[in-house]
């Protein structure tokens, strides 16, 4: 016996319709949800339910205190696993606007797991939050050593690359980079900063490099949303020649 859909999927279903084929654009907003609920004749908690759902597909965006908005197309994401510097690649040629914000903090709980270094050891984190439009994209949190953080960054970087390219000038050279990624839900302050569903998962991308001495230099805690994310990685197999000059830097 087949099922009957649940009002919350008819109703995701229609609006989903309207979406993809046009009716209603990019960017325009959604009727109130007091006005969506009196058109379908359900509650506000059934239509909120519904429109919970295209949240979590990534087509419908909700702001505080402005209402439901319909979101663009989001551009992919691939972040390059196993390369010595923090990399990222866009579907497209154009980059996203990216806004950084440089933070001195002490060392706590997991930076200073990370870091291995002791409480309270000071840190500079380094935090960056790219948008496409005036939408979040996704979110970097790079942390490294006081010691070897740049003195000479401006107030507002023009993006993450600069940065990390200071970071690689300051650094001894890095011998090792530990990656570990997963999916999970987003905490509250991450589903709040990219404003996205608490039920949409994100790729959370930890990484780690240390140098030749086995001193960790670089923390790095990335996330995507899954609506957009992926990761690439690639192996190269090690040559007995590699492995006994050891001057492969992988």
């Known amino acids: 016996m087949k099922s009957v859909p649940s009002r919350r999927h008819v109703i995701a279903d229609d609006i989903r319709t309207q979406i993809l084929t046009g009716r209603i654009k990019a960017d325009e907003r959604l009727p109130s949800e007091a006005r ?5 004749a359900v509650s506000t908690p059934t239509l909120r339910n519904a429109l919970a759902i295209l949240q979590s597909e990534g087509l419908v965006e909700k702001i505080h205190g402005k ?4 979101r663009y197309p989001r551009r992919r994401i691939t972040y ?3 390369d010595r510097s923090l990399q990222t690649r866009f579907s497209d040629e154009s980059a996203l606007r ?6 001195n903090l002490p060392a706590h709980g997991q930076l200073a797991g990370l870091l291995e270094v002791p409480a309270s050891s000071p840190l500079t984190e380094f935090l960056c939050l790219s948008h496409e439009g005036e939408s979040p994209h996704s979110l970097a949190r790079i942390y490294v050593p006081g010691d070897l953080a740049p003195t000479d960054l401006p107030d507002d970087p023009p993006c993450c690359t600069n940065v990390e390219a200071k970071l690689a000038a300051l650094r001894p050279p890095l011998a090792e980079i530990r990656e570990r ?11 709040t900063t990219l404003r996205i569903s608490p039920a ?3 790729l959370a991308i930890t ?3 240390a140098d030749h001495k086995g001193r960790v230099v670089e923390a790095a805690l990335l ?3 899954g609506d957009r994310a992926d990761a690439f990685f690639t192996s190269y197999p090690m040559t007995e020649e590699k492995e006994e000059g050891d001057d492969d830097p992988r």
Do not use: D, K
Request: charge should be positive.
């Open 36 to 40: 969506l609920a009196s058109h379908y």
């Open 67 to 70: 209402g439901n908005f319909v």
């Open 80 to 82: 390059v696993g196993g």
């Open 98 to 103: 990216v806004s950084v914000r440089t933070t």
């Open 181 to 191: 990624v997963s999916a999970r839900p987003p905490t509250p302050e991450e589903a």
């Open 200 to 202: 949409l998962a994100v």
């Open 207 to 209: 990484r780690v490099g």
């Open 223 to 225: 996330v995507l949303p």
